[in-house]
Nanobody, 120 residues
Framework: QVQVVESGGGLVQAGGSLRLSCAAS????????MAWYRQSPGKQRELVASITNGGSTNTADSVKGRFTISRGNAKNTVYLQMNSLKPEDTGVYYC??????????????WGQGTQVTVSS
């Protein structure tokens, strides 16, 4: 059974920093892409940043230059370094892991989410 576990959320003042961590375990497949999404109050879940199995990254325009996604030494671990936080970054941050059976077939899993609150 695949588990995706996030940690690192909390309350921070505007201009501060937080680092989110995500670890995925239990998949039979090693190739994976991972991503961070967030859902702010009254809004749909949106992609914040993603990283492919090969290390290519993509970051939403709203957080570009402030947030950085990276992988840990363990391939199934990913981090989101969030700097210069703004109140509009407040929301529940979810980790998504896609494990590939072959280049076109994957199985996607979500974590339970971690709350990030940025006060003004």
């Amino acid at each position: 059974q695949v588990q995706v576990v996030e940690s690192g959320g909390g309350l921070v003042q505007a201009g501060g920093s937080l680092r989110l961590s995500c670890a995925a375990s239990g998949s039979a497949f090693s190739r994976n892409d991972m991503a961070w999404y967030r859902q702010s109050p009254g809004k749909q879940r949106e992609l914040v940043a993603s990283i492919t199995n090969g290390g290519s990254t993509n970051t939403a325009d709203s957080v570009k230059g402030r947030f950085t996604i990276s992988r840990g030494n363990a391939k199934n671990t990913v981090y989101l370094q969030m700097n210069s936080l703004k109140p509009e970054d407040t929301g529940v941050y979810y980790c998504n892991a896609r494990f590939y059976n072959n280049p076109t077939v994957y199985y996607a899993y979500w974590g339970q989410g971690t709350q990030v609150t940025v006060s003004s």
